[in-house]
C-alpha cells in the first residue's frame, strides 16, 4: 500500500502533537518539516527522525517529496501556506480555524478547486470515537428531543506566555478562533444550522477576546450556551440535554467517555477511548479521501467550514472584535 507522504509547515505544539499521531497510522508518513528558520526546521526534524527538513515554506511547496501538507502555523498564516501548498499541487489539512474569516476561507476552497487537490480543516474532533458514538446516540433518540447543550473551553495562558500569538490581533488572535470554534461545531453537530438569533459578550486584553460567552437561539427552541477564554480557566466539559436526559461529556468537543443521565434515575457511562492522542483519525480520513480522488471531505466538508467561520463573523462583530485580514482583499 502507497502511503500518503505529509510534510509539517511549522514546529509549535500543535505540529509536534501531529508528528506523534502520525506514527500511529499505516496509511501515512511523516517524510518532511519546513519552518522559516534552518534551526527550528533541524531541531523538530531531529526531534521526530524526519528525513528532509526545509527553512522555507516554499522550497517544501515545490519539492517532490511530499504529497500532502499539514498547515500548523499561527491562524493569521493559514491561506498563504495553504495557498501557497495548493498552487503547488499538494493536497491539505489545514489546522482549525482554517481561515480567519469566511472570504479567506472561500478564497481557500476555490484554490483547492482550481488546483484539483483535497482541502479539509482540521477538526480532529469531528472524528474522534467519543463524538462518533455520540452522534449514533443521538440518532437513536437515546435522549429523546434535543434541547439545549453546552460546552465551556477556557484555560488560562502562563506569565511568560503573554508574547503568543493568540493574544495577537494580527494574528487572528483571540479565543472565540482558537477555542470557541470547537464550541460552536459541538452546537452544530447536536442541533443544527437552523439560527435564529445569536448573542455575545466578551472580556478584551489587547484588543483580543480572553473570555467570550455566546447563546445562540434556534428556530426550534433550542439553546447553545459556548464559552471560551484565554486567561480564565473553567472546567472543561459539555452537556447535551434531551428530553429524556442528558449526556455529560468531559472535555466535550473530543470526549473519551460519555456519561448518560435519564429521568427515570437510570444512567450509563460508555468508554470511548483514542487510538492516540486524538489526531490519528483525522490523518486517516485524508489519506481515506485522497485515495478516493476527492478534494473534499464528506464529514468536515467545506460548507460546515465556511458556516461555521461566517458565525464566528457574526459573533466578532457583536463583541467588537476586528482583525486586519477583514479590510484586505487578497484574490488568489
Known amino acids: 500500500m502507497k502511503k500518503l507522504r505529509f510534510g509539517i509547515v511549522g514546529t509549535g505544539t500543535i505540529a509536534h502533537r501531529f508528528a506523534t499521531a502520525i506514527k500511529n497510522v499505516e496509511e501515512a508518513e511523516l517524510v518532511a518539516v519546513a519552518s522559516r528558520t534552518k534551526e527550528n526546521a533541524e531541531k523538530f526534524g531531529e526531534e521526530f527522525d524526519i528525513p528532509v527538513r526545509f527553512d522555507?515554506?516554499?522550497?517544501?511547496?515545490?519539492?517532490?517529496?511530499?504529497?500532502?501538507?499539514?498547515?500548523?502555523?499561527?491562524?493569521?498564516?493559514?491561506?498563504?501556506?495553504?495557498?501557497?501548498?495548493?498552487?503547488?499541487?499538494?493536497?491539505?489539512?489545514?489546522?482549525?480555524?482554517?481561515?480567519?474569516?469566511?472570504?479567506?476561507?472561500?478564497?481557500?476552497?476555490?484554490?483547492?478547486?482550481?488546483?484539483?487537490?483535497?482541502?479539509?480543516?482540521?477538526?480532529?474532533?469531528?472524528?474522534?470515537?467519543?463524538?462518533?458514538?455520540?452522534?449514533?446516540?443521538?440518532?437513536?433518540?437515546v435522549l429523546g428531543d434535543i434541547l439545549a447543550v453546552e460546552g465551556k473551553f477556557c484555560y488560562t495562558m502562563d506569565e511568560d506566555e503573554m508574547d503568543h500569538h493568540v493574544f495577537k490581533i494580527e494574528n487572528g488572535g483571540g479565543s472565540l478562533l482558537d477555542v470557541g470554534v470547537y464550541g460552536l461545531n459541538f452546537a452544530s453537530w447536536y442541533l443544527g444550522k437552523d439560527v435564529e438569533k445569536i448573542n455575545a459578550q466578551a472580556s478584551l486584553y489587547n484588543g483580543t477576546d480572553s473570555h467570550t460567552a455566546v447563546l445562540v437561539k434556534y428556530k426550534n427552541s433550542s439553546i447553545a450556551d459556548i464559552s471560551s477564554a484565554t486567561l480564565l480557566r473553567k472546567p472543561n466539559e459539555g452537556f447535551?440535554?434531551?428530553?429524556?436526559?442528558?449526556?455529560?461529556?468531559?472535555?466535550?468537543?473530543?470526549?473519551?467517555?460519555?456519561?448518560?443521565?435519564?429521568?427515570?434515575?437510570?444512567?450509563?457511562?460508555?468508554?470511548?477511548?483514542?487510538?492516540?492522542?486524538?489526531?490519528?483519525?483525522?490523518?486517516?480520513?485524508?489519506?481515506?479521501?485522497?485515495?478516493?480522488g476527492l478534494t473534499s471531505s464528506p464529514v468536515i466538508t467545506p460548507e460546515q467550514t465556511l458556516y461555521i467561520t461566517e458565525q464566528m463573523d457574526e459573533i466578532r462583530n457583536i463583541i467588537g472584535i476586528e482583525y486586519p485580514q477583514d479590510k484586505t482583499v487578497d484574490i488568489r
Open 56 to 141: 522555507s515554506y516554499e522550497k517544501m511547496a515545490q519539492s517532490d517529496v511530499i504529497d500532502a501538507a499539514y498547515i500548523a502555523v499561527p491562524h493569521s498564516g493559514h491561506i498563504t501556506c495553504s495557498c501557497l501548498m495548493m498552487n503547488n499541487k499538494k493536497h491539505v489539512l489545514c489546522e482549525k480555524p482554517m481561515a480567519v474569516n469566511k472570504r479567506e476561507a472561500e478564497e481557500m476552497f476555490a484554490c483547492a478547486k482550481k488546483n484539483n487537490v483535497f482541502l479539509m480543516e482540521a477538526m480532529w474532533a469531528r472524528l474522534v470515537p467519543g463524538t462518533i458514538k455520540m452522534l449514533e446516540l443521538v440518532k437513536e433518540g
Open 240 to 292: 447535551v440535554y434531551g428530553s429524556k436526559g442528558y449526556a455529560y461529556l468531559p472535555r466535550f468537543y473530543a470526549p473519551q467517555e460519555i456519561k448518560l443521565q435519564f429521568n427515570n434515575g437510570e444512567s450509563e457511562t460508555i468508554s470511548v477511548p483514542y487510538r492516540g492522542n486524538g489526531f490519528e483519525e483525522q490523518i486517516s480520513h485524508v489519506c481515506k479521501c485522497v485515495s478516493e
